[in-house]
């Protein structure tokens, strides 16, 4: 069974910086898009960011030039850096991994809060 275990959200001042870190367990890392989606309170989930096996990104419009995705296949896991946080980016951050092979096929961490406030 795959299983994906975030870490490194917590509290940071407009204008700082965090990185969210999430590894996979239970699959061929190799064969997943890894990507983030975050829902902030009373808003739709919306993508962040995806980097496939072959490593090409994707991001969404209010994050694109602040936020970059990394994979390390070596140790089965994908970060998320973001820089120049806004508060409007205060969501809880979720990891998804989604088979190359069957694109129905999701996996969903169980989510860190980030909160960008002063």
């Known amino acids: 069974q795959v299983q994906l275990v975030e870490s490194g959200g917590g509290l940071v001042q407009p204008g700082g910086a965090l990185t969210l870190s999430c590894g996979l367990s239970?699959?061929?890392?190799?064969?997943?898009?890894m990507g983030w989606y975050r829902q902030a309170p009373r808003k739709q989930r919306e993508l962040v960011a995806t980097?496939?096996?072959?490593?090409?990104?994707d991001y969404g419009d209010s994050v694109r030039d602040r936020f970059t995705i990394y994979r390390d296949d070596a140790t089965k896991s994908v970060s998320l850096q973001m820089s120049d946080l806004k508060p409007e980016d205060t969501a809880v951050y979720y990891c998804?991994?989604?088979?190359?092979?069957?694109?129905?096929?999701?996996?969903w961490g169980q989510g860190t809060q980030v909160t960008v406030s002063s």
């Open positions: 980097i496939g096996h072959i490593y090409n990104t």
């Open positions: 998804i991994a989604r088979s190359i092979f069957d694109s129905t096929e999701y996996y």
């Open positions: 239970g699959g061929i890392f190799g064969s997943f898009v």
